[in-house]
């Protein structure tokens, strides 16, 4: 944006979504207080240069300056936004327009008075920006996606359920671990999450709240969510932040929400077992079981042995582990 301003002799630049406009938006430095001021007075709610000028974005003129939306530079000085923009020295304003798949977007050049208006023949020159700028965005989105991607499918291979959210609380993505989890009680509707349980629906909006009015420099407070279910056990939901590629505006990803399953039972690999406590193979597949929570005669009968065995083989497991009980041992095997 600043090597565009430079060409195009404009003070500085910001990008703003036609249906979404967020004090986080990307600006430059020149201009970084004169936007601040904008959104604190909630100049964005009814600007006029978005009510006249987006609809000419979306009719296909690429580039839409002040005498194309204001009759003269009168009407123009009437409107309460250039009391704003006359403080800090700004007037003059152009939009090149673009999109990022649906989206459409503008690159808002703006003009310090003493630099007069954007001309025809300038115009003319940044319609040309145009399919630039939406080949940009596309890749961005496109990079951004497969970070998310790589993310969530590298919770699944821990065994996490995923679930990425953009800033205004849409799913982006739920990679296939968090949809065996869904159900009556937490599943995606209308491209949200949808939770039954209510003090966990609470939770989740002022998650969405905060992520709509934080900017996205700024860590998010949050504690983990617990969804309680009708006839299953809760489900824990921890929010990871998402930065870099996959938080770029033109994809907004903002947090995932890694999902543990209390119903599920999460088993210890027998390998990391016998490598860590030196246990045989039969030990180690009896201490896996033990882990999940299962009863000694559960799991005796499950391995097909004889209790008697099962007891022996517990005092040695034991023995190797240094654990004294059995929520002893199935905390030191959570560790793995």
């Not at 709509?212 to 504690?223: E, F, I, N, Q, V």
């Not at 309680?228 to 870099?244: D, E, F, H, I, N």
């Not at 246990?279 to 004889?306: D, F, V, Y």
Request: overall charge neutral; glycine content about 6%.
């Amino acid at each position: 944006m600043e090597l565009i301003c430079g060409a195009a002799n404009a003070t500085g630049a910001g990008l703003l979504q036609s249906d979404v406009r967020t004090p986080d938006i990307p600006v430059t430095e020149a201009v970084a207080e004169c936007f601040k001021d904008y959104f604190d007075q909630n100049l964005h709610v009814n600007d006029v240069r978005a009510i006249r000028g987006v609809p000419l974005h979306l009719s296909g003129q690429s580039v839409i300056a002040d005498h194309d939306i204001f009759t003269s530079e009168r009407e123009m000085m009437r409107d309460p936004l250039y009391a704003c923009l006359d403080r800090f020295g700004i007037r003059w304003w152009a939009s090149v327009g673009f999109r990022s798949g649906s989206a459409l977007w503008g690159l808002a050049l703006q003009r310090a008075i003493h630099q007069g208006p954007f001309d025809a023949h300038e115009t003319k020159a940044l319609a040309q920006l145009a399919p630039q700028l939406t080949e940009a965005a596309t890749l961005s989105k496109a990079v951004g996606r497969q970070v998310l991607l790589n993310v969530t499918n590298a919770l699944h291979h821990m065994m996490f359920a995923a679930v990425a959210l953009d800033r205004f609380g849409f799913v982006i993505e739920a990679n296939d671990d968090a949809e065996a989890v869904f159900d009556n009680d937490i599943r995606v509707r209308s491209r949200r999450l949808f939770v039954r349980d209510a003090l966990a629906k609470a939770a989740l909006d002022a998650l969405v709240d905060q992520m709509r009015t934080t900017s996205d420099m700024d860590a998010l407070l949050s504690r983990p969510i617990i969804a309680r279910r009708t006839a299953k056990r809760p489900v824990v939901m921890r929010v990871l932040p998402v930065s870099g590629a996959a938080c770029s505006p033109f994809l907004g990803a903002r947090v995932i929400l890694a999902l543990t399953d209390l119903e599920r039972q999460r088993r210890t690999e027998t390998d990391l077992i016998i490598r860590g406590f030196n246990l045989t193979p039969a030990e180690a597949r009896l201490a896996s079981l033990l882990a999940t929570g299962m009863s000694l005669e559960k799991a005796a009968e499950q391995l097909g042995i004889a209790r008697e065995t099962a007891r022996s083989q517990i005092k040695t497991i034991f023995a190797k582990t240094g654990a004294h009980r059995q929520g002893e041992l199935v905390a030191l095997l959570a560790r793995l």
